[in-house]
């Protein structure tokens, strides 16, 4: 049986304008090395609202690993450069060293 439905168009409620949805390649952190550590850090803060701490600590408890690399203009660049031939990332100390020294510093 075939039905027609009208979808909703998603809405970013950040910037109140139309998501667009592409497939990108994403970069992931294992939580398994971190976790104890991002627990007792968020039992540190003061959370306000405070329902804020439980949502946190849920999605920290639960996961495995975690996105680093979502694709939104506020997020935080990953400084990771890549071989031309073969696609492969090129990150190691020697680069993340240069591009901190390059980038310069805001508080």
């Known amino acids: 049986m075939e039905e027609s439905y009208a979808h909703k168009y998603p809405y ?20 398994e090395g971190f976790r104890e550590e991002a627990l007792s850090s968020i039992r540190s803060v003061q959370w306000i609202p405070a329902v804020g701490e439980n949502r946190i600590t849920a999605m920290t408890e639960g996961r495995s690993d975690w996105c680093i690399s979502r694709q939104r203009t506020w997020g935080v660049p990953i400084p990771v450069f890549y071989d031309t031939t073969s696609g492969e990332p090129l990150m190691d100390e020697k680069t993340i060293q ?10």
């Open 98 to 107: 240069h591009v901190q020294k390059v980038t310069p510093r805001t508080t």
């Open 12 to 31: 970013d409620w950040r910037t109140k304008k139309p998501t667009i949805f592409r497939a990108t390649a994403q970069w992931f952190a294992s939580v």
